[in-house]
């Protein structure tokens, strides 16, 4: 079975503090993505990053980075020098063809609160 | 478009009564998923099409949610004799070659 683990439920930062978000994954697929979501407190669900299991390169945009590593079963981002703008839920999430019919799998999500 | 359309925003129905949520898909996508988000926890997984069949209902309660999509018709998701438990959002998201989009969602609240 397919699962996406966030087992930070929340964290406390103080601006410009570097925090990293986990997120540990589990399917018995070969071919499967991940996502990191946003869902600021308007409730939008806002798109980061996808990626597939075939490309382990880490990937940086702007104060935003991945750590795909497939031999711990763990994509984490990491937001550095965060702002007051950064609060919201993050989640992770799988989605792969066998095992989830291409459903998204969504962790539990992570509330990070950033503090000015 | 490149964007899903949910329509209503925000609904609210007494106890017991119907709600229907309508979630327009992009053009060319072949899927499209229901997910149920209650307190802006987790997702839950409602059901998921391709095209007009249904692919996976395996998240749907199945007494009092039915959800159809139609050629050339918005998708739907309906909701007879509304539950308090009921109230949360609905997001829809279509999808293809993993690329998911979603909609802004549908508040919907059981009083």
């Known amino acids: 079975a397919q699962k996406v683990t966030q087992a930070q439920t929340e964290i406390s930062v103080v601006e410009k503090e570097d925090v990293t978000l986990d997120c540990v994954y589990e399917?018995?697929?070969?071919?499967?993505?991940l996502f990191w979501y946003k869902q600021p407190p308007s409730g939008e669900l806002v798109f980061l990053i996808r990626r597939n299991s075939f490309d382990e390169q880490n990937e940086i945009s702007g104060r935003y980075s991945w750590n795909f590593q497939k031999s711990t079963s763990s994509f984490n981002f990491t937001i550095t020098a965060s702002q007051v703008v950064d609060s919201a839920v993050y989640f992770c999430a799988l989605s792969a063809s066998m095992d989830s019919s291409y459903k998204l799998i969504f962790g539990s999500g992570t509330r990070l609160l950033v503090r000015p | 478009g490149e964007e899903v359309a949910q329509t209503p925003k925000h609904l609210v129905r007494g106890e017991g009564q119907k709600a229907k949520l309508y979630c327009a898909p992009i053009k060319g996508h072949s899927y499209v998923f229901w997910y149920q988000q209650v307190l802006k926890n987790e997702f839950k997984f409602l059901i998921s099409?391709?095209?007009?069949?249904?692919?996976?209902e395996t998240g749907m309660p199945k007494e009092r949610f039915s959800a159809k999509c139609l050629p050339n018709s918005p998708c739907s998701l309906e909701i007879q004799a509304t539950k308090l438990e009921d109230s949360a959002v609905y997001f829809c998201?279509?999808?293809?070659?993993?690329?998911?989009?979603f909609g802004s969602g549908t508040r919907l609240t059981v009083v």
């Open positions: 399917t018995r697929d070969t071919t499967y993505y």
């Open positions: 998201a279509s999808s293809q070659s993993y690329g998911y989009t």
């Open positions: 099409f391709q095209n007009e069949n249904v692919f996976d």
